[in-house]
């Protein structure tokens, strides 16, 4: 027991910073960015999305040696979209505010990036229980992310923090940083010290290594419009 | 007429579908690099946006007499994925030019959110099916627009010398956040 318990903290720990969803791989940045104008409903989104996650990782995980290879995205997609449903009803009934700011995004879960790349990275390839402590530390990493985005948009963009309100800040907040273009400019400060802190090189681009899509795309490398130009640019 | 004018230029502008809805971020941040493969996934995307609305409300319409519409995340999802596919085979074989223009951006379309984003807010919104159509008309056109528009921008950071810390994602996402400044001009337009 002692002897592996070792790796599982590892894979359990891994998602919170090291290979952190949003801030270092760079994925799942549409909930990232459209939901994290308030701190409540950020932790909310990354709940949610961590509970899909961690179902769909143990589903996958356990039915990986009966999903042909050559269907296991769709049944993949199923599977995620199985437990986005559940969690939507279960949001619906018991937390309908939460339910109604989320919206769209809700559904949404079901294409998050993080979520597919996962199973197709991990669940579908590991055993049970590894899969779930990764689908949960993967969960709380972008849960954290999410944290990080919505306090500095609540705070700097409507005064508050969890709907508190804040001394001297709230009586002239900076609207802009809870709109749109907010939610770029934070998020791009944010990686920017990730990086700053971690000290890592810096041309850090999207390519075929953290492209979500890559497994669905199959296709070379240099026929890839995103990593052809990245190389090129080199 | 009107009516479906107003949706797309909505669609297009005031509430543009990535810069201020954020759909289909990981797309936007991953092709814009190059005008020529912007115009490709926007041109993909149009295409896919409006074929799958087409495939998707029906089948809305189906689940509802069953009472089943609970499945909707399901269905929709499935009916996508294997437009997307479809769609692909199709071309190929028939098409081949096209196929070469946009083949490559097909398979992403299916992680892509917008597509599904705008399947169902076609049916949030209580939209008509030619007003859906509009509707995922204008938000594929607004999808194009902003990578058009951004791939220019992008290959003016690509000249400029930036503090290394910012080198990468984090001045691609500054300038988002200042093109989607400009795109809040459009706001209030038909309020």
């Given at each position: 027991m002692k002897d592996n318990s070792t790796p599982l903290k590892n894979e359990f720990l891994k998602g919170l910073l090291k290979e952190n969803p949003v801030l270092v791989m760079l994925l799942g940045m549409c909930p990232t960015l459209a939901v994290t104008t308030m701190a409540s409903n950020a932790i909310g989104m990354g709940l949610a999305t961590t509970f899909v996650l961690v179902c769909s990782n143990l589903v996958i995980s356990l039915l990986k040696g009966v999903i042909p290879k050559a269907v296991r995205l769709p049944c993949f997609?199923?599977?995620?979209?199985?437990?986005?449903?559940?969690?939507?009803?279960?949001?619906?009934?018991?937390?309908?505010?939460?339910?109604?700011?989320?919206?769209?995004?809700?559904?949404?879960?079901?294409?998050?990036?993080?979520?597919?790349?996962?199973?197709?990275?991990?669940?579908?390839?590991?055993?049970?229980?590894?899969?779930?402590?990764?689908?949960?530390?993967?969960?709380?990493?972008?849960?954290?992310?999410?944290?990080?985005?919505?306090?500095?948009?609540?705070?700097?963009?409507?005064?508050?923090?969890?709907?508190m309100k804040l001394p001297v800040i709230s009586k002239d907040p900076m609207l802009i940083f809870i709109m749109p273009a907010g939610g770029f400019f934070v998020l791009g400060c944010i990686i920017a010290l990730v990086n700053k802190i971690a000290d890592r090189r810096p041309p850090q681009e999207i390519s075929c290594e953290n492209c979500p899509s890559a497994a669905i795309c199959g296709k070379d490398k240099s026929e890839c419009g995103a990593s052809a130009e990245s190389e090129a640019a080199q | 007429m009107k009516e479906l004018i107003i949706i797309i230029i909505t669609a297009v502008f005031v509430n543009n579908v990535v810069l201020s809805?954020?759909?289909?971020?990981?797309?936007?941040?991953?092709?814009?690099?190059?005008?020529?493969?912007?115009?490709?996934?926007?041109?993909?995307?149009?295409?896919?946006?409006?074929?799958?609305?087409?495939?998707?409300?029906?089948?809305?319409?189906?689940?509802?007499?069953?009472?089943?519409?609970?499945?909707?995340?399901?269905?929709?999802?499935?009916?996508?994925?294997?437009?997307?596919?479809?769609?692909?085979?199709?071309?190929?074989?028939?098409?081949?030019?096209?196929?070469?223009?946009?083949?490559?951006?097909?398979?992403?379309?299916?992680?892509?959110?917008?597509?599904?984003?705008?399947?169902?807010?076609?049916?949030?919104?209580?939209?008509?099916?030619?007003?859906?159509?509009?509707?995922?008309?204008?938000?594929?056109?607004?999808?194009?627009?902003?990578?058009?528009?951004?791939?220019?921008?992008?290959?003016?950071?690509?000249?400029?010398?930036i503090p290394a810390t910012f080198k990468g994602v984090p001045a691609t996402l500054i300038a988002a956040a200042i093109v989607s400044l400009s795109f809040m001009g459009f706001a209030g337009m038909f309020a």
């Open positions: 997609i199923v599977i995620i979209a199985g437990f986005v449903t559940l969690i939507s009803f279960v949001l619906e009934r018991y937390i309908p505010s939460l339910y109604e700011s989320l919206g769209v995004f809700l559904t949404l879960i079901t294409v998050n990036c993080i979520i597919l790349g996962r199973a197709e990275a991990f669940a579908s390839k590991n055993k049970v229980l590894p899969s779930v402590l990764d689908g949960l530390g993967m969960g709380l990493g972008f849960t954290l992310a999410l944290f990080a985005m919505g306090s500095v948009r609540e705070i700097f963009g409507a005064g508050s923090w969890f709907g | 809805q954020f759909m289909g971020i990981c797309a936007f941040l991953g092709v814009s690099k190059q005008l020529k493969s912007s115009l490709g996934m926007g041109g993909a995307v149009i295409f896919v946006m409006v074929c799958a609305t087409a495939c998707t409300y029906p089948v809305y319409r189906l689940l509802e007499r069953y009472e089943i519409t609970y499945l909707r995340t399901v269905a929709f999802i499935l009916v996508i994925a294997m437009f997307v596919q479809l769609i692909e085979i199709v071309m190929k074989k028939t098409m081949p030019p096209l196929y070469n223009a946009l083949g490559v951006y097909l398979p992403l379309i299916t992680t892509n959110c917008a597509v599904l984003g705008v399947t169902v807010a076609n049916i949030d919104e209580g939209y008509s099916f030619a007003q859906s159509i509009a509707n995922a008309f204008g938000t594929g056109v607004a999808f194009s627009l902003a990578l058009v528009l951004f791939s220019g921008v992008r290959a003016r950071i690509a000249e400029s010398d």
